[in-house]
């Protein structure tokens, strides 16, 4: 009579395996571990502010923070923070898409190389050095801009201009863009590459021309990471710091008009009020660096669901 064959004890895999799943693992719980400590120390010092602010900390359009007592809110902040990030992603994004694609599906390949490394060069550029470039060369030669937008547009009350020096929200904008060009592109770009090729070669077998071959299949496929690049580009909007303190003339009032010097950001205000700032100034630029972390959080969120709800109808879910 033959023995009944036993089974094996389920397989717990090489040492190697279990070291890497166990680093990971850690790795994962560190960085959440790390972000909540983030929260809860934001969170404790900006309590002490906002429980001392006379201010309303949500509409108030004054920051004396250093006043006893201390008067503070963050509606000039908040506004100027979204409104510049707002401009540099309607400037930057579809610039960034079309680079990306010139250099991934026209340029010849000898062109495309040298491209996409200046690109991937601008994307390291320190933002001290983008801030004296737009302090020094952009600034001034924006004021032809701004006087032509207010002879045509003007009327509109959102791009009219009284000749004060462009050091405004949208110079912020305008900047921001350019800084936040080669992060999106050179992201795009690597996304548009992964398009698989089967797809691409069964649309040209069908007659279609090169346009309609991006259309069909590359944008489809990178729409997600389109839409990861674009909130990567917009994380560093909205907490650029020394361009954005370089280019703006701050003032803690809101003005209708784009081009008019005033405003300001979460990040430029923590930069230049800092320095001077005692034990509740530092509480409350705590509380206001709070919004922007919480600001960032609820982008990036957006972003994912975003992608989860398209992902289905793009090529990658393939």
């Not at 895999?13 to 934001?42: E, N, Q, T």
Request: aromatic share 8%; no cysteine; net charge neutral.
């Amino acid at each position: 009579m033959s023995a009944i064959p036993t089974a094996s004890p389920p397989s717990t895999g090489r040492m190697g395996d279990r070291i890497f799943s166990g680093l990971s693992k850690g790795a994962g719980i560190a960085l959440l571990a790390i972000m909540g400590a983030i929260a809860v120390f934001l969170a404790v010092r900006a309590a002490f502010a906002i429980r001392a602010n006379e201010g309303n900390f949500l509409t108030t359009f004054e920051w004396n923070a250093n006043a006893d007592p201390p008067v503070f809110g963050i509606a000039v902040l908040l506004f100027g923070t979204v409104v510049s990030s707002v401009i540099a992603m309607l400037l930057a994004v579809p610039v960034a898409v079309g680079i990306a694609l010139f250099i991934s599906h026209y340029a010849p390949r000898r062109l495309a190389g040298p491209i996409g490394y200046v690109v991937d060069l601008l994307a390291a550029v320190p933002s001290i050095i983008y801030g004296l470039w737009g302090a020094l060369f952009l600034v001034p030669r924006l004021t032809g801009l701004y006087e032509w937008l207010d002879q045509f547009f003007g009327w509109t009350g959102v791009l009219s201009y009284d000749g004060s020096p462009a050091r405004s929200l949208m110079t912020v904008g305008i900047l921001l863009a350019i800084m936040i060009l080669p992060i999106i592109t050179s992201v795009t770009r690597e996304v548009f590459l992964q398009t698989p090729k089967a797809n691409e070669e069964a649309a040209l077998a069908l007659g279609a021309t090169r346009w309609e071959v991006v259309r069909m299949a590359v944008l489809p496929f990178g729409r997600s990471g389109v839409i990861s690049a674009s909130m990567l580009g917009l994380g560093r909007a909205l907490g650029e710091t020394m361009a954005v303190a370089t280019v703006l003339s701050p003032a803690f009032l809101i003005n209708i008009s784009l081009l008019e010097s005033g405003g300001g950001t979460f990040a430029q205000n923590i930069a230049s009020q800092f320095k001077e700032a005692g034990a509740m100034g530092r509480d409350a630029l705590i509380a206001s660096g709070l919004v922007l972390f919480l600001l960032t959080l609820v982008v990036n969120g957006a972003a994912r669901l975003i992608i989860a709800r398209h992902k289905e109808f793009s090529g990658a879910a393939a």
